[in-house]
């Protein structure tokens, strides 16, 4: 995402389109309020716009605190108020979740591990279910010498301890990165308990390591294994992982045939969502099933990207939502079902942003037909979403260093 949007932001400067962009982001925002309701068949899209006035914004959650490259907000599960914020150079800091709090002390500090820049970084962390009884939270980054992805554990002394060593660290997972950018990044865990990790294609353009389509690559996945298990090494293989048993893919592999989901998340239904970054014309919602296909790089979203030589896959899974770059559009956010309190007109609805023009969005979707509606006209550089213990959904603004949260103007 980041790079490609700060390039995307040069070219939308000298397009028309840019200018617009350019307009509602310094001289009316208020105008370009989301009023737009928008509507997709899975198949058929149909367009259907219709005028209605939004009350909902994205404010400063915590007035007192800045950060540096925010790309991750989350809890630990862990009985206390606290919330973590990761740093994408290398930090996570950690805060008594109050609009209040004034200071964010250094939870984890890696910085001298991790590779950052562009879309390299920290860029992922998740606790275990049971944080409060082994201490135990993942990670994934990236490194130079050589460039890799790393997907590692490190243990906290005691749930509430207030620090963590950085020498804890156990390496899970580590696989090369061809290139510096599309890395994934996102690991949390699924009402199954398994760990589900989500990687780019390896980067540059196009995806030239065909690497998206090759089941025995773990790069353009969701991957998923079980961190209780040691089979192997500090991992084992969940039993029904699509491809554990037969041999036709890694056994890590859940899902594939995606470019750069940049952010997962699971709603209350189980579902798995993720908002896949898309080449040069179309971003992607995708509701991921296990062993699944994509599409990419054969598709970007539902329009044919490049067609393999051989016969084409009958089985791939299109987006249930996807746009168009125009308008300052350019690279997904995916977000989160909305499940908290604070905008009840938001309640089960999927709530993402596009990072480079700071849209934000409501999308309902039933598998069938989907219905979008721009919620925020711009709320920032959203790089992710994330929940407090109460399930209110916040959002990153990388470029300002905030977190953000829905309110409601009645
Ligand atoms: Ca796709």
Redesign the pocket.
């Known amino acids: 995402m980041f790079s490609k949007a700060i390039t995307s932001l040069v070219v939308c400067l000298l397009a028309t389109a840019g200018f617009a962009w350019l307009a509602n982001k310094f001289i009316s925002p208020a105008e370009a309020t989301g009023s737009e309701q928008v509507e997709q068949a899975s198949l058929l899209p149909s367009f259907r716009k219709e005028s209605a006035p939004s009350a909902i914004k994205a404010v400063d959650a915590y007035p007192k605190l800045t950060f540096d490259a925010p790309v991750e907000y989350t809890y630990a599960q862990d009985g206390t108020n606290r919330v973590f914020v990761v740093e994408q150079a290398g930090r996570i800091r950690t805060f008594d979740n109050s609009a209040n709090a004034t200071s964010a002390p250094v939870y984890l500090d890696i910085r001298k591990k991790v590779a950052y820049g562009g879309e390299m970084g920290l860029l992922g962390l998740a606790f275990h279910p049971k944080f409060r009884e082994n201490g135990y939270f993942y990670v994934n980054y990236t490194k130079s010498n050589p460039r890799e992805t790393i997907v590692s554990r490190f243990k906290a002394s005691s749930p509430s301890a207030t620090s963590v060593d950085p020498a804890t660290e156990v390496v899970l997972l580590r696989f090369n990165q061809p290139y510096s950018n599309h890395n994934g990044g996102k690991v949390l865990f699924g009402p199954d308990g398994y760990l589900y990790i989500a990687t780019g294609d390896g980067g540059s353009g196009g995806d030239p390591q065909n690497n998206g389509q090759n089941r025995n690559s773990w790069l353009g996945k969701v991957l998923r294994i079980d961190v209780n298990g040691t089979e192997k090494g500090h991992y084992g293989i969940p039993a029904d992982n699509p491809f554990a048993q037969d041999g036709n893919g890694r056994p890590e592999v859940f899902a594939y045939?995606?470019?750069n989901p940049w952010r997962i998340s699971f709603d209350d239904r189980n579902r798995l969502w993720a908002g896949?970054v898309g080449q040069n014309e179309i971003e992607?919602i995708?509701i991921i099933t296990k062993g699944g296909n994509?599409?990419?790089r054969i598709?970007?979203?539902r329009e044919p990207y490049k067609e393999p030589d051989g016969k084409k896959p009958v089985d791939l899974i299109?987006?249930i939502w996807q746009y168009k770059h125009d308008n300052g559009n350019v690279s997904v956010t995916g977000g989160n079902v909305y499940r908290g309190s604070a905008v009840p007109s938001l309640k089960g609805k999927y709530i993402y942003a596009d990072y480079a023009s700071g849209r934000v969005w409501a999308l309902d979707a039933d598998g069938k037909r989907a219905t979008n509606r721009e919620i925020i006209p711009r709320a920032g550089s959203i790089s992710a979403f994330g929940e407090d213990q109460k399930k209110e959904l916040y959002l990153c603004d990388l470029a300002a260093g905030k977190i953000l949260k829905l309110s409601s103007e009645l």
Do not use: Q, V
């Open positions: 045939g995606l470019r896949d992607e995708d994509y599409g990419w598709e970007e979203g299109e987006p």
